[in-house]
Nanobody, 121 residues
Framework: QVQLVESGGGSVQAGGSLRLSCAAS???????????MYWFRQVPGQEREFVARISWDGTSTRFADFVKGRFTISVDSGENTVYLRVTDLKPGDTAAYYC???????????WGRGTQVTVSS
């Protein structure tokens, strides 16, 4: 089992920035190191949508089109932590942001409980 705990959410004004963290614990070695680490977000009443993902060695990243260079994803493999730096936030970025982990190309197996980001205009 892999446990994921997100932190770093909050309330900011449009144009502001946050750094979201996802700390992984439990089974973090072996084949888990081949997993991708993901960030998704969800607004109540809407489907969860992909935001970004990174490999544990940090060499492979991918972002949703709506990110448009505003977000960066990074990993500290020694601390088993993945970060999502979100900048130039817009009210449309308001959502609960979730960290997830899973094999490349498959639906993530493990999910955190989320951290709320609220952006006011």
């Amino acid at each position: 089992q892999v446990q994921l705990v997100e932190s770093g959410g909050g309330s900011v004004q449009a144009g502001g920035s946050l750094r979201l963290s996802c700390a992984a614990s439990g089974r973090t070695g072996g084949d888990v190191r081949t997993y991708y680490m993901y960030w998704f977000r969800q607004v109540p009443g809407q489907e969860r949508e992909f935001v970004a993902r990174i490999s544990w060695d940090g060499t492979s990243t991918r972002f949703a089109d709506f990110v448009k260079g505003r977000f960066t994803i990074s990993v500290d493999s020694g601390e088993n932590t993945v970060y999502l730096r979100v900048t130039d936030l817009k009210p449309g970025d308001t959502a609960a942001y979730y960290c997830a982990s899973g094999s490349p190309g498959a639906t993530p197996d493990y999910w955190g409980r989320g951290t709320q980001v609220t952006v006011s205009s």
